[in-house]
């Protein structure tokens, strides 16, 4: 996988949000929440690569296939469940890599 990670923001941005991460409890729920967000957001990266085109862009007029919502679909896993909302294109033809189908 190649990706660029900036490493000094997320310090920034873990520095602003320790403060609200007081116990064990809170951490885990920010753990769950960041997990989510990143999912979430790499599902709708992989729908717009899918779709060839970003979300409400004019390229997808008249594309026969477009963005159709979304479905609930709950992630299990080492520090809980994570509920998600997994984007669907209108044809059924997205497959998400990330979070497999079923």
Do not use: C, W
Request: net charge neutral; aromatic share 2%.
């Amino acid at each position: 996988m190649d990706t660029h990670v900036d490493e000094d923001l997320i310090r920034q941005l873990a520095k602003k949000i320790a403060k609200d991460v007081k116990t064990e409890a809170d951490l885990g729920d920010f753990s769950k929440l960041l997990k989510k967000i990143v999912v979430e957001t790499a599902l709708d990266a992989e729908l717009t690569d899918h779709l060839g085109y970003e979300k409400h862009s004019t390229q997808g007029d008249g594309s026969g296939n477009s963005r159709n919502g979304k479905s609930k679909k709950r992630l299990k896993g080492d520090h809980g469940d994570i509920d998600l909302n997994i984007p669907r294109d209108r044809a059924g033809s997205f497959e998400p890599q990330i979070v497999k189908k079923g």
